[in-house]
């Protein structure tokens, strides 16, 4: 009886410390994804900000296509430089596929996807890459956190440095028009008065 116990016991402490070490333990970029990062024939980066001005809420949104190795390079080695560590609830099917904010967001969100091979082909390859801030991101169903937090500032600065700004989208057209109506309420106001 005794025995049983401590081979239960044991089997328990063999388990947690190996969970314990599957998430803490830091994998590369190129263990994450679907094929070699050499193997990326373009990567599509599409970076939304909200924030507030004057105290209404501003949206704006950048986008980038690199086709260039160059590009795509400058892409991968900010990537690159962060080591990623899985998630617990990664262990648990019905959080597939799911992604919440964390602690570090700060309104800023980054959607990445790097294509493999021929984007004309039948054998399309891609691993798309969310990000929410600086200490949650999504790699296909897996949720990943960088440990390099500084990570995700350097992708969102590249993004907006080097992509295009989008025209005005349904948000940014609601901002301007909350201003609008705001600024005519105040008109007739005055002139109400």
């Keep these: 009886m005794r025995r049983r116990k401590m081979i239960l016991w044991g089997a328990v402490a063999f388990l947690a410390v190996a969970l314990i070490a599957w998430r803490l333990w830091p994998l590369s970029l190129e263990r994450l994804l679907s094929a070699r990062a050499e193997e990326v ?12 001005e004057e105290g209404l809420p501003h949206f704006l949104s950048y986008e980038l296509t690199a086709r260039e190795p160059e590009e795509i390079q400058a892409l991968l080695e900010i990537l690159d430089a962060s080591r990623y560590r899985a998630d617990f ?5 019905w959080t597939w596929g799911s992604l919440q904010s964390g ?8 959607e990445l996807t790097l294509f493999f091979g021929d984007r004309s082909g039948q054998d399309l390859k891609y691993d798309f890459l969310t990000c929410f ?15 390099d937090k500084e990570m995700f500032g350097r992708l969102a600065d590249y993004v907006q440095t080097h992509g295009r700004r989008m025209p005005y989208t ?23 008065g």
Excluded at 89 to 93: E, H, K, S, T, V
Aim: proline content about 3%; glycine content about 12%; aromatic content about 12%.
């Design 89 to 93: 609830r990664n262990l648990f099917p």
């Design 170 to 192: 349904g948000s940014e057209i609601v901002g301007e028009l909350s201003i609008g109506i705001t600024w005519g309420m105040q008109i007739w106001a005055m002139s109400e």
């Design 103 to 110: 602690r570090d967001y700060d309104g800023r969100v980054l």
């Design 41 to 52: 024939t373009e990567a599509s980066c599409y970076l939304s900000v909200s924030q507030y």
């Design 133 to 147: 801030g600086s200490d949650t991101m999504r790699l296909g169903d897996w949720r990943i956190h960088p440990t």
